[in-house]
């Protein structure tokens, strides 16, 4: 990644953390929302409804999210993603399939990347964002 980044992207860690306060990594996630330098994806958001556990929550989690900057797989992302997946494994990384689609486009975006997951430093060309 080159260049000055355009944001950040959070994974899905970083999220529950956020929306099970009080947390630190929380806090640092609501300043770049408050910033606008926060981005979301539709493997996140998939992957925060899946564990959704009251109409309260689903609101919670919607409405902090709808503004938010928004990345989306197209065509040639998907078949990037399918080439970085294919180059790790060939490494003998497997990845799982949700982090190579976030990877796909915190490259494709220039955003870094912020999470807790540390397989995540194996992926050339993310960037990860350091609280």
């Given at each position: 990644m080159s260049g000055k980044s355009n944001g950040i992207l959070a994974d899905t860690?970083?999220?529950?953390?956020?929306?099970?306060q009080?947390?630190?990594?929380?806090?640092?996630?609501?300043?770049?929302?408050?910033?606008?330098?926060i981005w979301?994806?539709?493997?996140?958001?998939?992957?925060?409804?899946q564990g959704i556990k009251?109409?309260?929550e689903r609101s919670?989690?919607?409405?902090?999210?709808?503004?938010?900057?928004?990345a989306e797989m197209s065509k040639t992302l998907?078949?990037?993603a399918g080439y970085l997946s294919s180059s790790l494994r060939k490494k003998?990384?497997?990845?799982?399939?949700?982090?190579?689609l976030i990877a796909a486009l915190s490259i494709e975006h220039n955003l870094q990347v912020f999470t807790l997951d540390?397989?995540?430093?194996?992926?050339?060309?993310?960037?990860?964002?350091?609280?």
């Open positions: 860690c970083i999220w529950i953390e956020f929306f099970k009080p947390s630190s990594i929380g806090d640092v996630l609501e300043a770049r929302i408050i910033e606008d330098s979301v994806c539709g493997v996140v958001m998939y992957e925060l409804a009251s109409d309260h919670q989690i919607f409405t902090t999210v709808a503004n938010l900057a928004y998907w078949q990037q003998g990384l497997t990845i799982p399939f949700s982090d190579i540390g397989h995540f430093k194996e992926i050339p060309g993310v960037t990860l964002y350091k609280a």
